[in-house]
């Protein structure tokens, strides 16, 4: 199968650092790997309603809403997707978590197959953040691993960037100089963590 990468773009702010880093990484991939690049802002999903008890499947189904579909379509034609989110408040952006929300929904769209087409694919972050100490990113990391642990997909890690104002980002050699070989490494299934 032909990669295919899907760069779900998190941030409010367009071209900001997250998404500059996530550029220099697929900058590094080779010419024949498909890339999609969405960003969330300008597709707007309405609110996500877990009414998995109620005895309905999907708040709102896909083929009603024309984002939610091409979200749907998008991920699922994705060999490789990548989540670029700022780390807002230690996690991800509210515009990265509410499309994670609907994947719990899509595990319920007829014909969608979601968790078996996930299965094996792999799941990739790119993030920048205002602070010198990585570990405030644990939090979004977290995140990532363990929906991708749950989908029984592949894990591979977050490129991580520092940068507060438009473009510092470009001024982290070391994010910069990973960002070269971040999609080349090797992605193990992703593992819940043990106590």
Same mark, same amino acid.
């Given at each position: 199968m032909t990669r295919r990468f899907l760069?779900?773009?998190?941030s409010a702010r367009p071209d900001g650092n997250t998404e500059r880093l996530a550029r220099r990484a697929a900058e590094q991939l080779p010419p024949d790997v498909e890339?999609?690049?969405? @960003?969330?802002?300008d597709h707007p999903l309405p609110d996500f309603l877990d009414i998995r008890h109620d005895g309905i499947?999907?708040?709102?189904?896909?083929?009603?809403?024309d984002t939610i579909r091409?979200?749907?379509?998008?991920?699922l034609a994705a060999t490789d997707i990548v989540i670029a989110s700022p780390v807002y408040w230690y996690s991800l952006s509210g515009l990265?978590? @509410?499309?994670?929300?609907?994947?719990?929904?899509?595990? @319920?769209?007829?014909?969608?197959d979601f968790r078996a087409t996930m299965a094996g694919r792999t799941l990739w972050g790119v993030s920048?953040?205002?602070?010198?100490?990585?570990?405030?990113?644990d939090p979004l990391i977290g995140t990532l691993n363990n929906s991708a642990a749950y989908l029984k997909m592949r894990f591979g890690g977050v490129l991580l960037g520092n940068g507060s104002a438009p473009g510092d980002v470009l001024k982290d050699t070391e994010a910069l100089t990973r960002?070269?070989?971040?999609?080349?490494?090797d992605t193990p299934l992703a593992r819940f963590p043990t106590p």
């Open positions: 760069f779900v773009l998190g890339q999609e690049w969405i @960003r969330l802002a499947v999907g708040a709102v189904q896909p083929t009603e809403n091409q979200l749907l379509d998008a991920t990265t978590k @509410r499309y994670l929300d609907y994947w719990s929904d899509w595990l @319920r769209v007829p014909g969608a920048a953040l205002a602070d010198d100490e990585p570990v405030v990113a960002a070269k070989t971040f999609f080349a490494q």
